[in-house]
T-cell receptor, first 117, second 114 residues
Framework: GAVVSQHPSRVICKSGTSVKIECRSLDFQATTMFWYRQFPKQSLMLMAT?????????EQGVEKDKFLINHASLTLSTLTVTSAHPEDSSFYIC?????????????FGPGTRLLVL | AQSVAQPEDQVNVAEGNPLTVKCTYS??????LFWYVQYPNRGLQFLLK??????LVKGSYGFEAEFNKSQTSFHLKKPSALVSDSALYFCAVRGALGFNKFYFGSGTKLNVKP
């Protein structure tokens, strides 16, 4: 299957600082990438859909000024958590969507554990 | 509207026994269905998908899933469970063609005991 990487895998930061998470599709081009947030023992919550070369589409209730998404190339999307607070602590997972009509499939990165102190 | 339901929060099975993880779906139009597995502190791994064709879909690690249109179900199965299969399993449905958002179920924790 297709491979997606995320960096960093874990990050601890102080409240008020910004954190950038990178998501890369390693062996395919992802016109579309997704960013999810997952709380302990819960399902994935879609935060935003990121399309290469255009603005991200945010889900209802997700602050676009707090969670900045940039999809500058077909293999890289970044999520920046600005002015992070303890309530932003979570597991963030990205995915890339393979192209190809009905066969489109999401492949996920390994996730980034964010802890805001 | 697209949605999936995983009615069981947890499934317990003994090693060597068959396992089933249930999923039902609701879609407008043709369903595009997926199963993913998540190990602790990891992202999701793709297991298998149903797009069209045979109702029985075979995937990674010996898993298979049966698409049942009349029951709107897409249950995940494996003939003989392994302890290493213990993980969190997510069913997902993709929106109609042209809408690439995926809708995930709440997840089912599979516990395989030796």
């Amino acid at each position: 299957g297709a491979v997606v990487s995320q960096h960093p895998s874990r990050v601890i930061c102080k409240s008020g600082t910004s954190v950038k998470i990178e998501c890369r599709s390693l062996d395919f081009q992802a016109t579309t990438m997704f960013w999810y947030r997952q709380f302990p023992k819960q399902s994935l919550m879609l935060m935003a859909t990121s399309n290469e070369g255009s603005k991200a589409t945010y889900e209802q209730g997700v602050e676009k000024d707090k969670f900045l998404i940039n999809h500058a190339s077909l293999t890289l999307s970044t999520l920046t958590v600005t002015s992070a607070h303890p309530e932003d602590s979570s597991f963030y997972i990205c995915s890339g969507l393979t192209s190809g009509g009905p066969q489109e499939t999401q492949y996920f990165g390994p996730g980034t554990r964010l802890l805001v102190l | 509207a697209q949605s999936v339901a995983q009615p069981e929060d947890q499934v317990n099975v003994a090693e060597g026994n068959p396992l089933t993880v249930k999923c039902t779906y609701s879609v407008s139009g043709n369903p595009y269905l997926f199963w993913y597995v998540q190990y602790p502190n990891r992202g999701l791994q793709f297991l298998l998908k149903y797009i069209t064709g045979d109702n029985l879909v075979k995937g990674s690690y010996g898993f298979e899933a049966e698409f049942n249109k009349s029951q709107t179900s897409f249950h995940l199965k494996k003939p003989s469970a392994l302890v290493s299969d213990s993980a969190l399993y997510f069913c997902a449905v993709r929106g109609a063609l042209g809408f690439n958002k995926f809708y995930f179920g709440s997840g089912t924790k599979l516990n395989v005991k030796p």
